[in-house]
């Protein structure tokens, strides 16, 4: 490699490598195409053939909720694929370009007026997703050194480029359905997935030490996966383990009905052969230090569900709740109720940097501020936004409506709460992962939230027979019951950790161009 190109990928801006703001950017983009097309998907599937933007599919509300669920979901399962091809075979680098080009070929689809374009659109989307999600994450890890204190940092900024998309999305999609119609919405999230793929393009030069395919050297002691998975037969305990999980997974599936009979069970085998898969991954690791690694980040999986479980109310029954029982007239104006969507983002914005900063000093201060710590206290502060949504509840049983300023405040202790947790697992998983897992274990980590997404949407189904206060309060007391579970038990499984995030203080301890030197090595 010339010097000059070596150069390029040390240059800094903002006291952070230059790769980041082309992580930034990419997945900016890619965040708008998402989150335009979510902004739309439900409403286009109910909207009627007179719909005043244009025929919609005319489903029932169920018949979208249940497509929508599993949607979410298998965009977010897919990434453990997705990760897979990027640490086996194209390298994280590779993969993330594969999924632009595939999510720019699926939105594009979507923008074409035909029920085939509809799902081959979506089916599109998921896999794209699949590639580029996981592994860009991975590479913002990939773009600092170990013990770089800089690193949770990075992706407080980089969690800053996906809000700015979401934000933009709802933002302008909204105006352009209303103006030409669902496919130009549609469209609009096409092109943005084009200028994202640009972006990355143009930015390869400053990617030169991150996401590389696997080198033959990092092969020489690989085992595909399928092998890995074929060892389960020399492990006759672990083997029994994933048998009796597949019959009760078969076995659970039939107490659905309708497409959940083929959605759940296929979704419960798919968790079997995966726990298979994690056991023999442990078996493969060779350092007792790497086993442990491997399983608490594992178990602070169990964390990720919780968390977006009660989050991702959002989309769901607090946005029905938002639409129905609100009073949303602010001076004389109905605030549309996609609006209080792009609340979240806005706040990330206000605030990535402060709760960033905050945390980082506490570390300085010598107080317990390890990322367990952080992902258990922003599960507690977003729980306890939902106290807001049960004396909302309250005034709408006593009112006959409630103020829209408990849904600002709620939704403000879920931002704390998910900038406390969410880039701080991202950066997690890449300072714990064994290297040779790096993107498989950030695909299970999105397929974790996607699972948690999942949990939501059964919770919103469940409101219409416990009722919309008894939801709220049970997911108060649950997410801040498990987030003082996880600091009761901080010190054995940070003692699982090895001490991975002990040293990023002494370097932070050293003046800052010895930070950057050691980033730069
Ligand atoms: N809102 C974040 C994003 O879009 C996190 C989503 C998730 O992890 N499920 O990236």
């Known amino acids: 490699m010339s010097t000059s190109t070596n150069l390029i990928h040390k240059k800094q801006l903002f006291g952070h490598p230059v790769g980041l703001f082309v992580l930034f950017f990419t997945e900016m983009w890619e965040r708008f195409s998402y989150y335009g097309m979510r902004a739309l998907l439900v409403i286009y599937m109910i909207a009627q053939a007179n719909d005043k933007n244009g025929p919609g599919l005319g489903w029932t509300e169920l018949e979208a909720y249940q497509l929508y669920g599993w949607y979410v979901m298998l965009v977010y399962l897919l990434s453990i694929p997705g990760g897979i091809l990027a640490d086996k075979v194209l390298g994280q680098k590779k993969t993330v370009m594969l999924g632009a080009i595939i999510l720019v070929l699926g939105h594009g689809t979507l923008a074409i007026d035909a029920s085939w374009a509809f799902f081959t659109g979506l089916g599109l989307i998921i896999l794209g997703v699949g590639c ?108 029994v383990i994933v048998i009796v999980l597949l019959a009760l997974s078969i076995y659970a599936g039939f107490t659905f009905e309708g497409v959940d009979h083929w959605g759940y069970g296929g979704l419960f085998m798919f968790l079997s052969l995966t726990v298979g898969l994690l056991m023999m991954i442990y078996q493969d690791l060779k350092s007792q230090i790497e086993k442990d690694r491997f399983l608490v980040v594992l178990l602070s999986f169990l964390l990720v569900i919780v968390f977006w479980g009660a989050f991702e109310q959002a989309g769901g029954l607090m946005n029905v709740y938002t639409n129905t029982k609100t009073d949303r007239i602010l001076f004389g104006w109905e605030v549309p109720t996609p609006m209080f969507q792009g609340l979240n983002a806005g706040f990330i914005l206000l605030f990535a940097v402060w709760v960033a900063n905050l945390w980082a000093k ?5 107080k317990e501020a390890s990322s367990l710590f952080k992902m258990a206290s922003g599960t507690i502060i977003m729980g306890l936004g939902f106290v807001f949504m049960i004396f909302a509840v309250r005034d709408y049983e006593a009112n006959g409506s409630s103020a829209m300023y408990w849904l600002v405040f709620a939704y403000l202790f879920h931002t704390i709460g998910e900038l406390s947790s969410s880039p701080v697992s991202l950066s997690f998983v890449t300072k714990l992962a064994p290297a040779k897992y790096a993107s498989l274990m950030m695909g299970l980590y999105f397929a ?74």
């Not at 506490?362 to 010598?366: A, D, F, T």
């Not at 919103?460 to 027979?465: A, M, V």
């Not at 997911?475 to 002990?502: N, S």
């Open 132 to 239: 580029l999600k996981p592994n860009i994450s991975t590479m913002v890890g990939g773009l600092y050194e170990k013990g770089d204190i800089r690193r949770d940092k990075g992706f407080s900024i980089f969690y800053i480029g996906i809000n700015l998309g979401s934000l933009l999305a709802t933002t302008f999609v909204g105006l352009i359905v209303a103006k030409w119609g669902w496919h130009a919405g549609f469209g609009m999230a096409g092109i943005a997935m084009l200028l994202g793929l640009i972006v990355y393009v143009w930015g390869q030069k400053f990617l030169i030490h991150v996401g590389n395919k696997p080198t033959e050297e990092d092969k020489k002691d690989d085992v595909s996966i399928l092998k890995l998975f074929l060892n389960l037969f020399k492990f006759p305990i672990q083997l």
């Open 362 to 366: 506490r570390k300085l201060k010598n």
């Open 448 to 521: 974790a939230t996607g699972l948690g997404g999942k949990v939501a949407g059964i919770l919103g189904e469940k409101s219409g027979e416990f009722g919309e206060y008894t939801i709220f309060i049970g997911i108060t007391i649950f997410t801040v019951l498990f987030g003082l579970l996880v600091i009761a038990l901080l010190k054995p499984l940070k003692r699982l950790t090895h001490g991975a995030e002990d040293d990023e203080k002494e370097i932070h301890l050293s003046d800052d161009n010895e930070g950057y030197e050691l980033a730069e090595r």
